[in-house]
């Protein structure tokens, strides 16, 4: 009788093994925060999202941890965004991870330099802070999730339904809140270049103290404190992940501000309405 019961149990573990697999959350790996947002409004519970950038660091210059290199392996897609360290990176993913499969969520998009406006060797990689941009690259994470684990398909398609639905409300709030901004006051001063795409989404002007990575010279940062007194500007913008040295030596040479705003956010709508609300502000004061 013993004997039967652990063959009854040994039969039922054999079963539901395969039912357990395919239950499980597809393991995947993203670049950044904002990435974690998008594919998990799209995958739900079906998806188990990694971040490879943590809060507080520069994707321009990150180095991942030996444990998430570790916690890598078990990974089926990485969601590459097109940030630099990927550059460095993404090739010693795929050694850890071979049979990791890399989604490059720019595929589609025309990335441009911010100093010129145009495609270039060094495109700005903000491409997360513009909705229309957003929306493709959703598009591209569904396509991905559906190949990948094609039994929670239609879950997807809800959840970038939903999804498109929170990039459509974001569109249209920052675009109500900044339509009244003076049309001779659009322009904003940023110690890095992340607002480029949001700007331009939304008819205003950034204005980067840094360019290309590099701090500005005696030269550039006379330059910058002339155009800041033209523009009547009473606020320059840092990033969290940035020093913030240069922009208050800006700042009290023209008696401005120096105010926070974060291009990374996990919680993207919020962290969007917050920049928004922020430059709003900021254009205001500029006006008065």
């Known amino acids: 009788m013993q004997r039967l019961f652990h063959r009854v149990i040994w039969l039922c573990a054999l079963l539901l093994a395969p039912l357990a697999a395919w239950a499980a959350p597809l393991d995947v790996a993203v ?37 998430q290199l570790a916690e890598l392996t078990q990974a089926r ?38 100093a010129t406006g145009r495609p270039g060797p060094h495109p700005n990689p903000h491409i997360w802070l513009s909705p229309p941009l ?18 929670h398909a239609a879950t997807f398609r809800r959840g970038y339904a939903r999804l498109i639905d929170i990039i459509d409300a974001i569109d249209t709030k920052i675009g109500h809140k900044l339509l009244n901004v003076d049309l001779a006051n659009r322009r904003f001063m940023v110690f890095h270049p992340a607002f ?27 330059r910058l404190i002339q155009m800041a007194r033209r523009d009547h500007i009473r606020v320059i913008f840092v990033e969290p ?16 501000q120096v105010r926070i705003i974060n291009p990374l956010p996990e919680n993207w709508p919020a962290g969007m309405e917050a920049i928004a609300a922020a430059l709003s502000e900021a254009l205001a004061s500029t006006s008065s």
């Not at 950038?53 to 991942?64: E, H, N, Q």
């Not at 493709?136 to 999730?145: D, F, V």
């Not at 331009?200 to 500005?216: A, F, M, N, T, V």
């Open 241 to 256: 992940q940035f020093s913030q040295r240069a922009a208050r030596t800006l700042a009290a040479q023209i008696g401005a």
């Open 31 to 67: 670049s950044i925060l904002p990435q974690k947002f998008f594919v998990q409004t799209i995958g739900g519970a079906d998806v188990r999202v990694q971040v490879m950038v943590r809060p507080g660091f520069d994707p321009a210059t990150y180095d991942p941890t030996p444990r």
């Open 134 to 151: 957003v929306r493709i690259q959703a598009a591209n994470i569904l396509r991905a999730l559906v190949a990948a684990d094609p039994a």
């Open 77 to 114: 897609l990485y969601f590459a965004i097109g940030v630099p360290f990927e550059s460095s990176w993404l090739g010693r993913f795929q050694a850890v991870n071979p049979k990791m499969k890399i989604v490059y969520t720019q595929r589609g998009i025309q990335r441009l330099a911010a």
């Open 196 to 222: 480029y795409y949001f700007a331009r989404c939304y008819d205003l002007e950034e204005i980067p103290i840094q360019i290309e990575g590099k701090s500005p010279s005696p030269k550039e940062l006379a």
